[in-house]
């Protein structure tokens, strides 16, 4: 069965430094993957997603994703950490093909000025 | 494009009420997905409708839950009658197809309190 696993629950970092979310997941096929994002009190936005063409994934607002098909990982980085930056995000994978999404629990990105 | 509008944004109410959200997804897209997200549970899917027909309901908590999708511009969640534990942020999601690389599209939610 597919499963996400983001292993850390928040993440601090100081404005301007690089930031590292962490997601390891498990499936049985060709997964997609996305990471998705919740800014306080607000709906989710897809950040990025991967779909099996280039494993470095290019998202909004400078967040890219790598795909680790050996290490079973798609880990979320940005070089530079903004203000802006500090919400909630959430990896996901595709459950087999179809519309079913597995979460992970999410992580809260908190931004130090 | 207007995106996913959820309405009403905050609904309180009390015990016993019941409570209708509404979701108009996006124009052309053929799946409605709602979810249900609280802290200890993180985000449920509850129903999911292709092309205005309910195909998955297997999230639904119990029958005080029921959604509809009249057309495909329009869908409804209700319960009746509400509990406390009810309270939630409910979220409603459309998507062009329902394949596993298709994003789905979120609304801002609604913030269900029931006292």
């Known amino acids: 069965a597919q499963s996400v696993t983001q292993l850390d629950s928040h993440v601090s970092v100081s404005e301007g430094t690089p930031v590292l979310l962490r997601c390891n997941y498990s499936s049985s096929y060709s997964p997609s993957l996305f990471w998705y994002v919740q800014h306080p009190n607000k709906g989710l936005q897809l950040l990025l997603k991967y779909t099996s063409a280039a494993t470095l994934v290019k998202g909004i607002n400078g967040f890219e994703a790598e795909f680790k098909k050996s290490e079973t990982s798609f880990h979320l980085t940005k070089p530079s950490a903004h203000m802006s930056d500090a919400a909630e995000y959430f990896c996901v994978v595709s459950d087999g093909g179809n519309y079913q999404l597995i979460w992970g629990a999410g992580t809260k990105l908190i931004i130090k000025p | 494009d207007a995106g996913v509008i959820q309405s009403p944004r905050h609904e309180v109410t009390e015990m016993g009420q019941e409570v209708t959200l509404r979701c108009k997804p996006i124009s052309g897209h053929n799946s409605l997905f709602w979810y249900r997200q609280t802290m200890m549970r993180g985000l449920e899917l509850l129903i999911y409708f292709n092309n205005n027909v309910p195909i998955d309901d297997s999230g639904m908590p119990e029958d005080r839950f029921s959604a509809k999708m009249p057309n495909a511009s329009f869908s409804t969640l209700k319960i009746q009658p509400s509990e406390p534990r009810d309270s939630a942020v409910y979220f409603c999601?459309?998507?062009?197809?329902?394949?596993?690389?298709?994003?789905?599209?979120f609304g801002p939610g609604t913030r269900l309190t029931v006292l």
């Open positions: 999601a459309s998507t062009r197809l329902a394949g596993a690389t298709d994003t789905q599209y």
